[in-house]
């Protein structure tokens, strides 16, 4: 019981870091049609940019600007790059987006060194909230839960009561008739794509001490948040909401629970051994593969249902 | 996208008669360009022949062996990217198997002693490529397009990290380490020196260069042209983009499983690198700045990324920043890659107009240098910085060596990135302009359509 709940909430706050991420990334992905490789990299350098920040000005400060100096980015790379690539096809636009990954990568690691940053819990956030059968729960977790819940019900608000929201809805779905009345579509993906980068960069100030900062950690978190997107599916907020939960709660209860296919045949009577044929295979527990977890319902979501969960066409 | 660089060129004046056997001449006007780069790889070992020593230089030899490899990798790939628009992020895993099945088919020879000889070594790697591609390619191929990329980037993440967990067949993070030398070869030649493997890898290179010329040129190859210019008018064809999909992949499996298995006899050492993420994304870079537009486009650019990798990383840690800025500004640009770059020019200089660029030519090369140099001294700096002097390097320019910490040299390189920039502004709008009206003349003339 006590490690279900501790792994519940855990869960919990995993999954909305990632909703942070995929919130953006789905909007971009749904608008453009173009996986941005470039997200996660915002992610990083939101990580990176509140590390300095913090040193200088504190966290709290950082916890403003750096999103917003992610947002600047982002704009930056939207008005001046993807643009310009656009007249050459989806996949010219996709492949842009790498690249610019990739420099980002090697920019961080030229200015921050090759290994991790001491990027800290702030002081004041560092103290045991409350204690669940003697595991006490961080303060600072629940720091980043309200954060991210405070995110999401700004998201909402924001799409479904505001004019431009209802703007940014309609050109998701039909750009073309967004544009025919009268609305100027490129500057909404341009803001689309800056807020996107800016909700990244503010996963990252709160996500990067939570975890680690480190060059690493774009390329690593990247591919877990595709599949999020992915899975939720397209052009749906609450479908990435739910893929995003979802895959929180599975990569941390996959760490925790230590069973192996071996253990399931026990149950059913047969003892696997060394000598079993295949014992390598029924061996591997699942913390070993809570990395591989994500993939594997990557693929199989795109092979038998390419929409996604809550999506309204295919990815 | 219209271009079928591919495609025979119209020639302008056709031979009526269609000789039944080509006559010499003809065959070496077709095919120079095979020609010169056979040539080309079988000399290029001998101009870096060390003559005080007696031996060839090995550093050039496993720069040209891995040339070689990445070559074949590469045009591989662009049986995906290049021939059936598919965009894969995990092309690795074809070359990784085809690595380790060569790796395990060496150990194997080696215990029982069968004589299968080394030189079919590609082929093993080859055969298992394929093996891989029939199953990776029966999920991938089942969606096209960012689905397609989706699915081929999932797999190649789990296979990488299976790789790392499952022992018998990958070794774990050691990997499977073989040995060449095992004495079955047809011609008696024992491998134990890097140029033999290399004369090898140019034949089974160029076996695998031909293989896949030609199957451009079969219904196959056009069929995928089809697919990825208009999948839907494939449909109303008659053709199922499914199956065209499946079979392109299957064979840039076996094409990628005979580079991996090439791979496997250079360095007699087979990882999960070999798997991995950064090889998928070497072969997109090379086969992007290469062209995935013509045929030997990937050729040039493995090439290009391989120099990059071996030749450039010896000088800078920078290196990878340098080809993700030649590939962003290739993206932007160029989508044509190299090869397009020269393609462009063609017109114009059937037009024998190719003079009158010479000037444009001059005026940007001088801004561009400036830019670049400023570009690559700040890079450098910042490089030096953070990892070059905890690594304990000097600072030298052209052999100069120069305080890294002095404001003059850093306001210098600023200074010229910012000039220039805005000088390849101007210079660039000119030589736009120069080369539009070029290319709207070839256009009036009817050379260009």
């Known amino acids: ?22 919130s953006g990334l789905t909007l971009i992905f749904s608008m453009m049609g173009v996986l941005n490789f470039a997200h996660a990299s915002a992610y990083m350098l939101g990580a990176y940019f509140a590390y300095t920040l913090s040193l200088y000005l504190g966290f709290w400060i950082a916890l403003i600007v750096a999103p917003i100096v992610c947002g600047l980015i ?7 790059g993807l643009r310009r690539v656009h007249k050459n096809g989806h996949i010219a636009e996709l492949l842009f987006t790498f690249g610019v990954a990739l420099i980002i990568e090697k920019v961080v690691q030229m200015t921050w060194g090759l290994i991790a940053v001491p990027y800290r819990i702030p002081e004041g956030l560092n103290f045991p909230l409350f204690d669940l059968w003697g595991t006490q729960f961080p303060a600072y977790r629940a720091f980043m839960l309200l954060i991210s819940a405070l995110m999401f019900l700004s998201i909402w608000l924001g799409l479904t009561r505001t004019r431009i ?23 909404v993906f341009t803001l689309v794509f800056a807020a996107g980068t800016a909700l990244a960069g503010l996963a990252g100030v709160i996500g990067g001490n939570y975890r680690v900062t480190e060059p690493g950690m774009a390329f690593s978190m990247g591919p877990i948040v595709f599949v999020v997107v992915v899975f939720g599916g397209l052009g749906s907020l609450t479908g990435c909401f739910i893929a995003s939960i979802l895959m929180g709660l599975i990569q941390t209860f996959a760490v925790v629970l230590d069973y192996s296919l071996a253990d399931l ?3 059913f009577g047969f003892i696997v051994t060394k000598a079993t044929p295949g014992s390598e295979f029924l061996m591997v527990t699942l913390p070993r593969i809570a990395a591989l977890l994500p993939f594997i319902l990557l693929v199989l979501i795109l092979v038998f249902r390419p929409r996604g969960l809550m999506g309204t066409r295919d990815t | 996208m219209s271009t079928h660089v591919n495609a025979p060129t119209p020639t302008p004046a056709p031979a009526p008669v269609a000789a039944p056997a080509m006559p010499a001449s003809t065959f070496l006007r077709r095919h120079w360009a095979w020609l010169a780069m056979l040539v080309l790889m079988l000399v290029l070992p001998w101009l870096f022949y060390d003559h005080a020593r007696g031996r060839h230089s090995g550093f050039a030899i496993t720069l040209m062996s891995e040339m070689a490899l990445m070559a074949v990798f590469a045009l591989s790939y662009n049986m995906l990217m290049g021939q059936a628009g598919l965009l894969s992020f995990g092309h690795a895993i074809l070359f990784g198997i085809g690595a380790y099945s060569v790796a395990h088919t060496l150990n194997w020879i080696k215990a029982s002693g069968v004589p299968i000889p080394v030189e079919l070594m590609p082929l093993v790697g080859g055969i298992g490529g394929l093996v891989c591609g029939i199953l990776a390619g029966y999920v991938a191929t089942k969606q096209r397009a960012t689905a397609f990329a989706m699915i081929t980037m999932g797999i190649g993440e789990l296979l990488t990290a299976a790789a790392l967990m499952f022992m018998t067949f990958f070794g774990g993070e050691g990997g499977i380490t073989t040995d060449r030398v095992t004495d079955t070869s047809i011609f008696g030649i024992p491998y134990t020196r890097p140029i033999q493997v290399y004369y090898l890898l ?15 040129q079969t219904p196959l190859g056009r069929m995928a042209n089809a697919t990825r210019d208009n999948y839907e008018r494939t449909q109303f064809v008659g053709y199922d983009p499914r199956v065209i999909r499946y079979w392109q992949f299957i064979l840039a499996g076996f094409f990628a ?10 360095y007699e050492i087979v990882t999960f690198d070999t798997l991995a993420a950064v090889k998928s994304a070497n072969a ?3 086969t992007y700045i290469g062209g995935a537009v013509g045929f030997f486009g990937p050729v040039m650019g493995a090439v290009v990324v391989v120099g990059m990798q071996s030749g450039v990383s010896l000088h800078t840690s920078a290196w990878l920043l340098y080809l993700g800025v030649i590939f962003i500004a290739m993206v932007m640009f160029a989508p044509g ?16 107009r190719l003079g009158e660029l010479a000037v444009p030519y001059a005026r940007i090369s001088l801004p561009t240098a400036l830019a670049s140099a400023g570009f690559i001294l700040f890079v450098e700096l910042v490089t030096h910085q953070t990892i070059g002097a905890s690594q304990g390097k000097k600072f030298a320019l052209l052999g100069q060596p120069i305080d890294p910490g002095s404001t003059i040299v850093w306001v210098a390189s600023l200074v010229a990135m910012l000039v220039g920039t805005l000088w390849l502004r101007r210079e660039g709008s000119f030589f736009m302009a120069r080369w539009n009206a070029l290319i709207e003349d070839a256009k009036a003339r009817g050379i260009m359509s």
């Open chain 2, 284 to 286: 997109l870079l090379a």
């Open chain 2, 202 to 216: 140019v034949a089974w290179a160029i076996i695998a260069a031909v293989l896949m010329y030609l199957q451009t």
């Open chain 1, 1 to 22: 019981m006590e490690v279900f709940v501790v792994s519940l909430l855990n869960g919990l706050v995993y999954g909305m870091l990632l909703f942070m991420l995929a």
């Open chain 1, 265 to 267: 045949l026990e149950v």
């Open chain 1, 74 to 80: 982002g704009a930056a790379i939207e008005m001046w």
């Open chain 2, 337 to 352: 890659g190299l090869l397009g770059l020269v393609a462009n020019h063609i017109p114009i200089a059937r037009m024998g």
């Open chain 1, 165 to 187: 929201g209802l703007v940014i809805q309609a050109a998701l779905t039909h750009p073309d008739m967004v544009g025919a009345l009268g609305h100027n579509v490129p500057r």
């Open chain 2, 257 to 266: 499983g005979i580079a991996g298995g090439m791979y496997c006899l250079v």
